[in-house]
Nanobody, 117 residues
Framework: VQLQASGGGLVQAGGSLSLSCVASSGTIRRPNSVSWYRQSPGKERELIASIGSRGTITYDDSVKGRFAISRDNSKGTVYLQMNSLKSEDTAVYYC???????????WGQGTLVTVSS
């Protein structure tokens, strides 16, 4: 699965950004789930949101109520709407496509989000 994440950038605290993760047509594995991870400097990579093939959604407590994950299967795209951003949200954000048939994880290249205080 070839993944392209985009939408990162510089935003002030309290602002919003929307990330997209597009899976190349013809490479998508089904059934699948898609997750967003992030990694801040000096910290472990952490799972922040996931959406299953049937739309089941989970969030880490750190983003619950501020971030929203969604998917458009017709476009092979998963979105992460990020609102009320905080400086601690600064990180490289990665999307991960999980092939539920094999358990294999496919990682995108990451997109940098910087939140200035």
């Amino acid at each position: 699965v070839q993944l392209q994440a985009s939408g990162g950038g510089l935003v002030q605290a309290g602002g919003s950004l929307s990330l997209s993760c597009v899976a190349s047509s013809g490479t998508i594995r089904r059934p699948n789930s898609v997750s967003w991870y992030r990694q801040s400097p000096g910290k472990e990579r952490e799972l922040i949101a996931s959406i299953g093939s049937r739309g089941t959604i989970t969030y880490d407590d750190s983003v619950k109520g501020r971030f929203a994950i969604s998917r458009d299967n017709s476009k092979g795209t998963v979105y992460l709407q990020m609102n009320s951003l905080k400086s601690e949200d600064t990180a490289v954000y990665y999307c991960v496509h999980v092939d539920l048939s094999t358990g294999y994880n496919y990682w995108g290249q990451g997109t940098l989000v910087t939140v200035s205080s």
